[in-house]
Each structure stands twice: as structure tokens, then as C-alpha cells.
């Protein structure tokens, strides 16, 4: 997540807080737990998925994202509250100590520490955040723990329609210059083009998902051709491109086959 409000926990207890994917097989097993090292203390939240630690460490859940709280005058996203209420609640009643685990890849171009978060009792909150639907899955390459046990739990909260499962996915052809957002997206591919650098797959409405060479790798044995003329959901940044709403996809986990 980018830039937030910062509020003291402090204020939260004031107020009363107390508290099937497309090649690529998810597991349906629980992560695993998780107790090594000392308990940190959490002293800031800025939203569902970032928070800060009594050393002033800035921490970002590996593996989810939740919706953006509004900044700059701009308005919440739908979700944002209830992911950063709900994360309040675990913590809260968890004392503010969670336990960190540094992801593969500990550290993103905010310079905030990119971990797995674990309660006194070493459970997944990114677990719990998932299996609540208050939270959505997204694979970042190299960080590929608990994979399976995230989608899973995700699984669960898509089936039961709880919290982001809510409402469908928006279609691509919906798509304007002003979604420069994290989005969970479907649509029909209408063809698939390589260029030296990239996998192109182009979906209605004008809209393109790009491989980078760079991940070719997570895509081995991914049959980008057998997407053509099929719907699928995809999750991710949309940014614009040459004038085109544009989605990069680091792993096949970020792509559904529906």
C-alpha cells in the first residue's frame, strides 16, 4: 500500500475497538505456525495490511493487499475500514505483540519490511485476514511461502461470498484512466502476442496483461494460447500503458482460469 493516515492506537481503543486457480494447484492445507524469535510490538496501524513496530519498523504483509484508506482527500476504497478494523481487533486482543517472519524478499522500494505476520499463538493473521474475506491473495514474486495456504483460506471466504467476495469482479471493459489501483478484474482474452521482452495476453475493453521476462521462470509450463477466446479473473496494479489500462502479472497464481 502507498501513504496512509497514521493514528495512534491509542485512539482506537478510545473508541471502542476492542475487540480455483488457472495452472497453478492450491492446497487446501492451514499454515503452518509460527514461534521463533521474540514478540514484537505493534504501536501504529496505517491500514489493513501495513502497521509499524515499537522500533519504528515499517511492516507489509507478504502475500495479501487490502483496500487503499483514503489520503489527499481522496475517499476510502470499499473494504478499506473493515480489513483495518479487523487487523486491530487480532492485535488488540493479541496484547499488540505479533511475531515477524521476513518474507524471501524482506524489503520493497518503500523500504518497509515485507513479512508474514503471526499472532502470540503463532497462527497466520494473513490467514484469518483471507479466510474473513477482508483481504485478497497476491503473489509477488520471490515471495512464495504459505502460497497455498493463503489461496486456500481465500477459497473459503470466495465460496461463502463473505467481506471483497461480495460483489463480482469488474470487467475489464469497465476500465478507465482513472483506475490506477489494485483490482480484481475478469474478462475474455481476445489474443496473446510476444514480443522479445514480454508475454502480452489482450482482453476486452482495450485492456493488456504483461509477462515480463523477468518472471518467465514462474510461467514454465504456463500455456499462454490456451487462454485465447476463455474468461478469466486476474488481480494485480492496474497502470496505463500507451494510452491502455495495463496489468503486469508476476505469477500464474494472479491469473484464474474461469
Known sequence: MTRKHIKPLSLYLILGLTLNLYAYKIGQA???????????????????????????TKVRFA?????????????NETGAKAAKNFLQR????NRMQVYIKPATKPQDHYKR?????????????????????????????????????????????????????????????????EHRKFLRLQGRVQNVKRTRKSVWINMDGNFSLRVAHQNFRYFKNFDFQNLVNRKIEVRGYVYQYRRRPTMRIRHPANISLL
Not at 492451514?30 to 519504528?56: E, H, I, M, R, S
Not at 487480532?90 to 486482543?93: G, N
Open 30 to 56: 492451514a499454515c503452518p505456525t509460527y514461534t521463533q524469535g521474540q514478540l514484537q510490538t505493534v504501536t501504529k496501524v496505517f491500514d489493513g495490511d501495513t502497521f509499524v513496530l515499537a522500533d519504528n
Open 63 to 75: 502475500g495479501i493487499n487490502t483496500p487503499e484508506l483514503g489520503y489527499n482527500q481522496k475517499p
Open 90 to 93: 487480532i492485535l488488540i486482543a
Open 113 to 177: 519490511l515485507i513479512a508474514h505476520i503471526y499472532t502470540q499463538s503463532g497462527h497466520s493473521i494473513q490467514e484469518q485476514m483471507l479466510e474473513s474475506g477482508v483481504a485478497l491473495g497476491y503473489t509477488w514474486p520471490p515471495n512464495l511461502e504459505n502460497l497455498k495456504c493463503y489461496r486456500a483460506a481465500e477459497a473459503k471466504a470466495s465460496k461463502q461470498k463473505l467481506g471483497l467476495w461480495k460483489k463480482p469482479a469488474k470487467a475489464t471493459f469497465d476500465l478507465t484512466r
